[in-house]
């Protein structure tokens, strides 16, 4: 294993100066609009990245009609075409609207207190990576916002990297450059972006911790549950209302509480996840979200679901409803392991850095996953990003700077394919 390079402050500072500018941009995705992007915010950050690429140089800049800003990297080497990627959007689970980021500079391993949220704590004792950056510069939100490193950090990354690229022309080949709208909501990789990316292989800078290099996903299926009641005002309702709230609550309750929820499932197990319940009593909707390592055990949670359904409408046959599912993306294993050649190269450009790979399954998804199964082979890489999705969302950036070295490393190593 190579020795870790030394400290570099001019990359420190310009990927510090980068996400405090991304995350300061209301980017968040909306899943229940049919446009695309599905916010037009996400065009203010996509237009920044669009001026930011041409000041810096890069080839073939331009603002697709479905939100996503491409770019190239022209390549001084023989190579493969290799793609980075990281999308723009950030999670419409929590507030995202008016962050203000902030840079603790040298932690020095206590607890951490956010300005606008006196209440909230964010310490070693429940967020034991923590604990590993004392002396680094951790960048956290204000505490009534999510932060958005998630995935703005890998933005940062690619942009610096991309920078450092062009300005030494260092050893190469063709580089593809992605920043995709709406991948929070599994609306990231549109029909035509494996085409117009052009890419023999890819990578997505959207993990967490340092040396995570993955190449395993979730599949994941969405689904919306519809429950139509009989309507009647309420006081001459006996024998005669049916109400769809108690309904939708049968279905909820009747699902394996203690085996198939998120917050009790951890490792390689799936779950059903109820993220939410909207109507009244004459109409309800349920929306969730299947996840599982496996085909077929995606498919059986889904059955699940089903056979669910059916028995509260049995019992209830005055009642309409309906269980709709549909897929969103499959575990990139399936082909990755077909071709492991992009995840060796990051794990051999990894350990040049003195970094020791590691490969786990994502409980989740990436844009990775849908270009995989569409033909462009594309394992995740780690930004340094933790606690993502709420208050606590935090970033080393000295992992950052981890990064975008492998980004460096990655194309340095490719010239030589």
């Not at 319940?277 to 004459?282: D, H």
């Not at 969730?288 to 949670?301: P, S």
């Not at 594309?378 to 990003?385: A, H, R």
């Not at 950036?397 to 981890?402: A, I, N, S």
Request: charged fraction near 25%; proline fraction near 7%; hydrophobic fraction near 40%.
């Amino acid at each position: 294993m190579s020795e870790a390079p030394r400290p570099d402050p001019e990359l420190h500072e310009e990927l510090t100066a980068r996400l405090l500018r991304y995350c300061a941009i209301d980017s968040q995705s909306d899943e229940d609009s049919p446009s695309s992007p599905s916010t037009a915010i996400q065009l203010d950050l996509a237009r920044l990245l669009v001026s930011e690429l041409e000041a810096i140089g890069a080839a073939d800049v331009r603002l697709t009609d479905y939100g996503a800003v491409l770019a190239t990297i022209p390549g001084t080497a023989p190579g493969p075409v290799v793609g980075f990627l990281a999308h723009m959007d950030t999670a419409p689970q929590f507030n995202a609207t008016g962050v203000k980021p902030r840079v603790i500079r040298g932690y020095n391993g206590g607890a951490i207190t956010f300005p606008d949220n006196p209440a909230l704590v964010l310490s070693p004792d429940t967020a034991p990576h923590l604990a590993e950056k004392r002396g680094h510069d951790i960048i956290t939100a204000s505490g009534t916002t999510l932060l958005g490193a998630d995935d703005k950090a890998g933005i940062a990354v690619i942009l610096t990297a991309a920078r450092r690229l062009i300005e030494s022309g260092a050893p190469r080949p063709t580089l593809r450059l992605a920043f995709t709208p709406d991948e929070e909501i599994g609306r990231g990789v549109d029909p035509r972006l494996p085409k117009d990316l052009g890419a023999d292989f890819a990578y997505t800078f959207d993990g967490g911790a340092v040396g995570e290099i993955e190449y395993e996903s979730f599949s994941a299926d969405g689904a919306v549950v519809t429950v139509k009641g009989v309507s009647i005002h309420p006081g001459t309702a006996k024998g005669k209302m049916v109400n769809a709230i108690t309904l939708a609550a049968k279905i909820i309750a009747a699902l394996p509480q203690s085996t198939m929820q998120p917050e009790v499932t951890d490792g390689r197990d799936g779950f059903i996840h109820a993220t939410e319940m909207t109507g009244g009593s004459s109409e309800m909707q349920i929306k969730f979200i299947l996840r599982d390592f496996e085909r077929d055990g995606l498919a059986q949670k889904g059955e699940i679901l089903r056979a669910v359904c059916a028995a509260v409408q049995a019992g209830e046959p005055r009642a309409e409803i309906t269980c709709a599912i549909r897929p969103q993306y499959r575990n990139m294993r399936y082909w990755l392991e077909q071709d492991m050649t992009p995840v060796d190269l990051a794990r051999d450009a990894a350990r040049d850095l003195g970094i020791e790979p590691v490969s786990v399954p994502i409980r989740g998804g990436t844009d990775g996953s849908r270009l995989t199964e569409m033909g462009v082979p594309c394992p995740n890489l780690f930004t340094g990003m933790q606690e993502i999705h709420g208050p606590l969302e935090w970033i080393s950036v000295q992992d950052m700077e981890r990064a975008a070295q492998l980004m460096l490393r990655v194309a340095a190593r490719a010239a030589r394919t």
